[in-house]
């Protein structure tokens, strides 16, 4: 965006976030301007006009729901279930949560019962131990010294890429902090990698028993947010001619191998009978000899189907090409790497985070300049540092310009560490706008963060709604901003 784009962009961002409904391109306000956190950003050239298919994830994408609220709900489940199901003690029952402290990016540190933030060169940059804080010493030891780099992948670590993992992700420092401080209080053997498991289990119980699903069913507002331009969006992408179809349920990583077998069945929506089918065609139930078919006119609606592949879905769809098909999740691993990865789908990563991000950042730009000066000012200084020394030690000089330069050398040390010390504060109060432990959720100082490399790498869209589609023609032509290398930077064009 040029300077009078963020000026407009950010100025409709400031006025009222979230004070009037978002209009649906295809109304007849059509193409309004679109608050900066509600823009769709791309990596990678997508052109629409070449989708045929678009294809949702369900939980965070379109169901959002509330963190407050839902988040802490699985965790009090998870907590319940440590205690009733796999002995931990009773006054976990009395420990509360904070939906705010965790964030998505992070990496947790089985064997150590550390919790990493790392740039996209993995290099860790804020590290803790349960809920304490390591030292520079520490975390350079730990994790600075070693002439293979860690890969932070599974078994040792897990990767908190989604929503639903920051309550298992602060529950397990929670625990970390029990142990150390009362280590007869868990279950005897119990070290860190083997309370993770126990979390996961716990979790996992949580959700295949519908804890959860039963409760938010009873209450939905409590526990989603309601996002009324969802229908319209998708009403319009039907009328713009694209097919829509749901993807969901804990079996959506096999669901996207190709060579998957699995069998598929179509669902009768109102009883919930499922029907054998010939790779999705009806066919003869058992009994009969003719297929059976779903009421009149509803087949030409929708369809439902359990278990199944991709492979299926591409018969049904009558997909030509992989391409053909743009797929929008909240999941990384789950929903974007392997539509992306193994499949040659087009993806959107929906992040939530990212409408406020964006907003303090466009707040913030008057604090993000003054840092770029500090930090060019430090390296200003830093140079007539070593020049100085350098001269000291290897020129000939007389006694007086030789002390001269001391003096000068004196003085510049002084002011370098003075501009250090303001920039470092400068930084560390800037990133604590964004998150008081954790900083700016695609950024580790002045590096991307590894979330933000991960969005790069895989996501072909990104944005903080998936009905923030509804805003854009269903025809638009994505392009991504240029790319910039370092040497470029101080010279682009005015």
Request: hydrophobic fraction near 35%; proline fraction near 4%.
């Amino acid at each position: 965006m040029d300077h009078s784009d963020r000026t407009m962009l950010g100025d409709k961002a400031l006025q009222s976030h979230g004070g009037e409904k978002p209009h649906i391109w295809s109304s007849l306000e059509g193409g309004p301007r679109i608050d900066i956190g509600k823009q769709i950003f791309c990596n990678r050239s997508l052109n629409m006009r070449n989708i045929v298919a678009i294809g949702f994830d369900m939980d965070y994408t379109l169901a959002q729901y509330k963190p407050e609220t839902f988040e802490s709900l699985a965790y009090e489940g998870t907590v319940r279930k440590l205690v009733y199901d796999l002995g931990y003690p009773q006054e976990l029952l009395e420990w509360t949560f904070d939906w705010k402290y965790m964030v998505r990016g992070l990496v947790l540190d089985k064997k150590r019962g550390n919790i990493l933030k790392m740039d996209r060169h993995k290099y860790v940059k804020v590290a803790y131990h349960g809920f304490r804080e390591l030292s520079k010493e520490d975390k350079v030891g730990t994790y600075g010294n070693t002439f293979i780099r860690d890969s932070f992948d599974e078994p040792d670590y897990a990767l908190i890429d989604t929503l639903f993992s920051l309550a298992e992700a602060y529950l397990f420092a929670q625990l970390v902090d029990l142990r150390d401080n009362n280590p007869g209080k868990v279950p005897e053997g119990a070290d860190y990698p083997c309370m993770y498991k126990d979390v996961r289990a716990a979790v996992d119980l949580c959700h295949r028993d519908g804890t959860l699903k039963q409760v938010v069913a009873k209450d939905p507002k409590r526990y989603i947010n309601e996002d009324t331009s969802i229908v319209p969006m998708l009403k319009m992408l039907r009328n713009s001619g694209r097919l829509t179809f749901l993807v969901t349920n804990s079996a959506k990583p096999g669901f996207f191998l190709e060579d998957n077998r699995a069998n598929i069945f179509e669902v009768e929506p109102e009883s919930g009978m499922l029907l054998n089918t010939d790779n999705g065609t009806p066919m003869p139930q058992v009994g009969s000899t003719s297929p059976k078919m779903l009421p009149k006119g509803l087949n030409k609606r929708y369809r439902v189907f359990q278990g199944g592949s991709v492979g299926h879905l591409h018969k049904l769809l009558s997909i030509e090409s992989s391409t053909q098909v743009l797929y929008v999740g909240d999941h990384i691993y789950g929903d974007i790497l392997r539509s992306k990865k193994v499949l040659g789908w087009r993806t959107m990563l929906v992040v939530p985070e990212l409408e406020r991000e964006v907003e303090l950042l466009w707040e913030l730009r008057d604090t993000r300049k003054q840092l770029r000066l500090l930090r060019n000012e430090r390296d200003l200084v830093e140079d007539r540092v070593h020049h100085l020394k350098w001269s000291l030690k290897f020129e000939s000089l007389g006694d007086d310009e030789k002390q001269n330069m001391i003096s000068s050398l004196g003085e510049l040390e002084s002011r370098r560490d003075q501009v250090r010390l303001a920039h470092q504060q400068a930084q560390g109060d800037y990133h604590q706008k964004f998150h008081k432990i954790w900083g700016q959720l695609m950024k580790t100082g002045y590096q991307n963060s590894r979330f933000a490399h991960q969005v790069e790498r895989f996501a072909c869209l990104y944005t903080s709604q998936v009905s923030n589609l509804s805003l854009y023609s269903p025809d638009k032509c994505y392009r991504p901003s240029e790319d910039f290398m370092p040497h470029e930077f101080h010279i682009l064009p005015s």
